[in-house]
């Protein structure tokens, strides 16, 4: 078991009271399969898992948990689990196959299905519109460095809401837009594998306004006032070389304030547009858009994993490169590839991740004060581990201690925010169930349900007795 790293941080029966929404989350390419089915279009993933040699072992998200027809008991996995909500994607090319035009009445009778489902089980439905499954018809007219993505993501959020907007508690406009923009178009890890800075940035600019008019677009069509939101992957960044803090601003400038200073504050910050300058002039932000983006959110989406550490290299020695992505040549760093990312301190997870709860802690405080009456929530956090499965009398059994701990540590750091008094509703554990983790196939698996691929069995890891013990009790179970 990998439970060493800070000795604190590993706290039993801590309290969270009733309002604080525990639950887990999940994305749709990641579990629903059926990628032909009632008129569902191709994504940029279907296209780019199909292209030999960008995913491990060739793995596609053409069947993936086969969600999309075992919907129904997966909900009743849920509710066993007496999870309070349960945060997953639409779709887009479900909805609208090509990207733009009328609603895929199908498409949208899954939806709903799920959403009546998951409040018929008394479990909150958190809606992420975009989780990257991007309709591969907008991706060859340039995808999200063509403006009009940015108009045809607010139409299909308006398809969307007019569907199910009386019932959807919680809206999120985009996932981890850092990964569509920068390993999507930067360094190509992701689809639709381009590997141009000059893309990234625009992706990124696109990206903001895609999420500023569906806002706009979900609080017109929306009945039931419904809370809207966006989910960052926030870099929580170290360092302590000489050269470090320049290394810390541009990382942040690229990873954080791209993102939250034009959503939030209405600007891009000028630190962010010097850095780049090399690469591009930003002329792809005309006037209005950074009105168009500044929209109030009622709460703020935190995806935590890990952390980096940086330095300026010194262009000579070998360039260190660990920011924790898997490297398939591109920079997702556009203007800034003279960063170093160095290896950090273990404990890791399968992903190489280093486990840092402290890190958890110290961005929801920085988000506080950067952001003083902003609510937060966390929309996803937890660990893969290579889980294995043993026969028991009661049946299998998946101890994964390692997961037990890595949320225990993490929740921990969550009840210490809370403490100093950070606004922070809730924490959507990641995933509900093993799934397709995008470059690496089903290689990693970070469910708190075991499945068996071949058989789509599935089976309740340790971790999910934990989860389901401490959602009964709002305490975390004692050590
Ligand atoms: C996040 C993604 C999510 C999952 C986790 C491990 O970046 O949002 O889909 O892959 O990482």
Redesign the pocket.
């Given at each position: 078991m990998v439970t060493t790293g800070s000795p604190d941080y590993r706290d039993g029966g801590l309290e969270f009271g009733p309002d604080f929404v525990i639950g887990s989350a999940t994305?749709s390419y990641?579990i629903e399969g059926a990628a032909r089915e009632d008129g569902r279009g191709p994504s940029i993933w279907d296209t780019f898992s199909h292209t030999p040699g960008r995913v491990w072992n060739g793995d596609t998200g053409d069947v993936a948990d086969d969600h999309y027809h075992r919907w129904e008991s997966d909900l009743d996995l849920m509710a066993d689990l007496g999870l309070q909500s349960y945060r997953f994607s639409i779709a887009w090319p479900r909805i609208q196959a090509t990207g733009s035009g009328a609603a895929n009445p199908r498409g949208i009778e899954f939806y709903s299905r799920l959403v009546d489902g998951l409040l018929a089980r008394g479990i909150r439905p958190i809606a992420t519109l975009y989780?990257w499954d991007l309709p591969q018809a907008l991706e060859d007219r340039g995808g999200w460095t063509d403006r009009d993505t940015a108009y045809r993501f607010a139409e299909y959020a308006s398809r969307v809401t007019e569907a199910l907007g009386d019932r959807v508690h919680t809206w999120t406009t985009l996932?981890?837009p850092w990964?569509s923009a920068y390993l999507g178009y930067g360094s190509g890890a992701h689809a639709p594998g381009r590997t141009d800075g000059a893309a990234a940035l625009t992706a990124v600019h696109h990206l903001n306004l895609a999420h500023g008019l569906a806002v706009q677009e979900v609080r017109r069509a929306a009945s039931n006032d419904p809370d809207l939101s966006v989910t960052h992957?926030f870099h929580v960044i170290r360092g302590d070389d000489d050269t470090s803090p320049e290394a810390k601003r541009r990382i942040d400038a690229l990873a954080n304030r791209a993102f939250i200073h034009p959503m939030l504050r209405g600007e891009y910050p000028a630190d962010l547009l010097e850095d780049t300058a090399g690469v591009t002039d930003w002329s792809f932000v005309r006037d209005g858009d950074l009105a168009e983006i500044n929209q109030p959110l009622d709460v703020l989406g935190v995806?935590y994993?890990s952390t980096v550490t940086v330095r300026m290299w010194d262009g000579a020695s070998p360039r260190e490169n660990n920011d924790g992505h898997k490297d398939v040549g591109g920079s997702p760093w556009p203007g800034s590839t003279d960063v170093e990312f160095l290896p950090q301190a273990g404990p890791y997870t399968e992903m190489g991740w280093n486990i840092a709860p402290d890190g958890l802690e110290e961005l929801l405080l920085s988000l506080r004060d950067q952001f003083p009456d902003q609510p937060l929530m966390i929309t996803?956090n937890g660990a893969a581990f290579p889980d294995k499965v043993r026969m028991t009398e009661s049946g299998p059994r998946v101890h994964d201690a390692d997961r037990i701990d890595y949320l225990n540590r993490h929740f921990t750091a969550a009840h210490r925010a809370l403490a100093q008094g950070v606004n922070l509703r809730g924490y959507q554990v990641?995933s509900l169930m093993d799934n397709f983790?995008?470059g690496y196939g089903y290689s990693k698996r970070?469910g708190i349900i075991r499945v068996d691929y071949e058989t789509q069995e599935r089976i309740l890891k340790d971790s999910a007795y934990w989860l389901q013990e401490l959602i009964a009790t709002r305490r975390t179970p004692e050590l």
């Open positions: 994305a990641q989780h996932n981890e990964c992957n995806n994993y996803e990641w983790e995008w970070f």
